[in-house]
């Protein structure tokens, strides 16, 4: 029971979070400066959650730095970046690491 | 009043939007189940964090914390912190919600994942757009996250540990967010804003609980701007 009630705690300060600006609509208006800086919000945000993930853990999950993905990593946004295109980026990333583990990098 | 009954081909747009963005939640949700099992935590109440919070990296960090033997309000507020870039999601797409009824402003935010940010911000299908197709291809691609999430989790609790880890294939997520990085990049202000939040992030990995990373975005979105305001200024 105790775990239930946490999780749902945990549930709502989630909800909380995402809810904050949006549920309030026009209730809130940002100053024009902020509105537009926060368009930037998406790279921020992904290049602050990737790059430490590639190169070792930071706090999210636990992933171990080492050269076979860094090197699929760069792959797989050569691919993204060219392409633009998600399901070629992960094929080409996943294979990739696939790869260079096999002949042992 | 504006028309926002069901719009099929919408809802169909939004699936298939995020489907290959779904995809890598798939090994993540599968282990963060086997966690579940493997640490005796009692499977229904864990399976049901995934539709209390759906939050990957909140959750996994949620129940570590509880095996640790972390008093309740160390795990709620280190959820608040991990999950506060979600604050930025929903200011950034505040304008984009503006317009809509009071119950889908407050129902949208419950599915506002990574993933559902990426799509909700900048899919191309999107642009121009009316109220009614913007808001059932977010319903069409919350239900599909929403489902592939549960069902992972799921396995996970059920099956035990079938996702091998010889395969790899939590690299999935780093990857992920290699994609939505990639697509995010549109222009000079908004490289200038990844190259910011990258180094912050990196500099403040050690900062306890994702502080680092509220900082990194924090931090980003603001160079993002000055830099904008720059460009503007250079091209005038």
């Known amino acids: 029971m105790r775990l239930w009630l946490l999780f749902l705690a945990c549930g709502l300060v989630t909800y909380a979070t995402r809810a904050s600006f949006i549920a309030a609509g026009d209730r809130i208006r940002l100053p024009e400066a902020v509105e537009r800086a926060l368009r930037y919000v998406g790279p921020a945000a992904f290049a602050a959650i990737a790059i430490p993930l590639v190169l070792g853990g930071d706090g999210l999950s636990e992933f171990s730095a080492d050269v076979p993905r860094i090197i699929a990593s760069l792959a797989a946004g050569l691919v993204i970046l060219r392409w633009r295109s998600i399901p070629y980026s992960l094929v080409v990333g996943m294979c990739s690491l696939w790869l260079l583990d096999w002949i042992g990098l | ?236």
């Open chain 2, 1 to 236: 009043m504006q028309d926002l009954s069901f719009d099929r081909r919408a809802a169909l747009d939004g699936i298939r939007t995020i489907a290959p963005l779904a995809v890598p939640g798939l090994p993540f949700g599968m282990v963060l189940g086997f966690l579940i099992r493997d640490e005796g935590i009692d499977r229904l109440a864990g399976w049901s964090s995934s539709w209390m919070m759906l939050a990957g990296a909140s959750q996994l960090a949620a129940l570590n914390l509880i095996t640790e033997g972390a008093s309740a309000l160390v795990i709620i507020m280190s959820v608040l912190l991990i999950n506060s870039r979600h604050a930025m999601y929903s200011a950034a797409l505040r304008p984009k919600f503006a317009e809509y009824p009071a119950w889908f402003r407050f129902a949208a935010p419950y599915l506002l994942i990574d993933q559902m940010f990426a799509v909700a911000s900048s899919a191309s299908e999107l642009e121009g757009s009316s109220l009614r197709y913007r808001m059932w291809h977010y319903l069409g691609a919350g239900a599909l996250i929403w489902t592939i999430w549960q069902v992972s989790v799921g396995l996970g609790i059920f099956l035990g540990d079938v996702v091998r880890e010889e395969w790899s294939l939590e690299f999935a997520v780093p990857l992920l967010f290699i994609g939505l990085l990639g697509l995010s990049l549109s222009n000079r202000p908004s490289i200038v804003a990844a190259i910011v939040a990258t180094i912050v992030a990196v500099a403040g990995r050690e900062m306890p609980q994702g502080s680092g990373l509220l900082l990194a975005i924090v931090l980003g979105v603001a160079a993002g701007g000055l830099a904008e305001t720059a460009t503007k200024r250079v091209s005038e």
